[in-house]
Structure formats: C-alpha cells, structure tokens
C-alpha cells in the first residue's frame, strides 16, 4: 500500500469522525434553543472540541500540500482559511454570554459543516478506491514493459547475429561466367561457398556467441542458426 492510498484511508476515518463531531454540535445547538441545556454547559462541551477539530482539519490540509494531492488539498483550503480567521479574531469559541444571540449563525455554521464534511467523506471514499485500484493494476503494466523491453532486447541480439552469419560468405555458382552466358537447363548450376574476408572475425563472433548462448536456458543463438540454416 502507498502513501497516498493509506493518507486517504486517515483521511476517510477523520472525515467521518468530523462529520460524527458536526452533527453532534448541531444537536447540542438544537437543545440549546429547545431549552434542554443551558448556555454554560453547552459551551464547556462544545469548546473541548473546537481546537481538535481544526487541528485535524489542518493536518489534513498540510499532509495533502505535502504528498503533491492538490485537488484534496484545495477541497480543504476554505475550511482551514475560516478557521484561521476566527483564530486571528479570537472567535473560535463558544461564549455562554453571547451564545443565544449567535445561535442562528453557529447552527448554520456547522450544518454547513456537516455538509462539507459529507462531500469530503464521499470524496475520500472515491479517491481510496481509485488509487488502490491503480496500485493494484500497476505492476500488470510493469510486467507488460517489462516484457516489451526483453522482447525488444533479444530482437536487437537477433540482428546483431544475424548481421555476424551475414559475414560469412555466399553461395555461388562455380563457374559465374558459363551461368551467365548459358543457363542450364536441367535444373539451377552446382553452388560452392566462397567466404567473405570477414569471415574468420564472423565465426570467432558466432563462436562467442553461442558460448554465451549456452550460459542461458533459451539455447536463442542455436535456434537462429538452425533456422537460416547455417549449420547445414
């Protein structure tokens, strides 16, 4: 498992916690206005999980910016940014003086949450996917390079063997001229082989050739001669 596929299942964990963590404040602000909690015990509650929330949603943010996931990274950006500033301005607690008169701005601040968290959550959920679907693929394609590359490598050795047979010498006629002047009619003229001048250097590169050959299990150089039909 990669990085990222496991930052994306921390990130799915946490998501769902903080959605969990929105919705419960969302009650608690619910039963502030139904009269069921008074303004001191709510913000006692509420205000332990103010800084852990936007610690984590920080830490989310950098370990994105970190592992090069920009669009996770910028799908947290407003979130942290709205943390940040109530930060500077000292707003990021609930004040049990002030709580009835900003109650209709902090339940509509965290159902926004609650909403952001939930696009978040599904969005982890289909980033973990893709990714451990890719890393599963991945190495089928390493083996398919792979493969091409010892594909592609055994058919330049193949030429380059080829090239050293083609050093060898031709089949000609014995006698060039009376082919040439009379071609004869009871079939094609006796062959006898003449070398190249590079023979010799070609069959010491054979000779080496199939040496190495013989170190491998495929016998590659062996075949290629026996289907040019050099050895015959």
Known sequence: MSLVAFLYILALIM???????AVYFVIMLTDLECDYINPIDLANNLNTYVMPEMAAQM?????FLLVG???????????????????VNARQFYDATEVFRTLPKHKRENFVKVAFYLVCFFYYLYSMI???VNE????????EEDDAAVSEEIARYRNIVLSACSSLGN?????????????????????HYVPSKDCLG???DIKRYIQLDEQGEGKLVLQWLGEW????
């Open 130 to 132: 893709i990714t451990l």
């Open 136 to 143: 599963s693929t991945t190495p089928d394609h390493q083996h």
């Open 69 to 87: 996931e920009w669009m996770s990274m910028l799908l947290n950006l407003p979130l942290v940014a709205w943390n940040i500033l109530k930060v």
């Open 15 to 21: 998501s769902g916690v903080l959605l969990f963590g």
């Open 202 to 204: 070609s069959l010491k």
């Open 59 to 63: 830490f989310l943010f950098v370990t």
């Open 171 to 191: 089949m000609l006629p014995k006698d060039v001229a009376a082919t040439l002047s009379s071609p004869a009619k009871d079939g094609p003229p006796p062959m």
């Open 229 to 232: 039909s050099i050895l015959e």
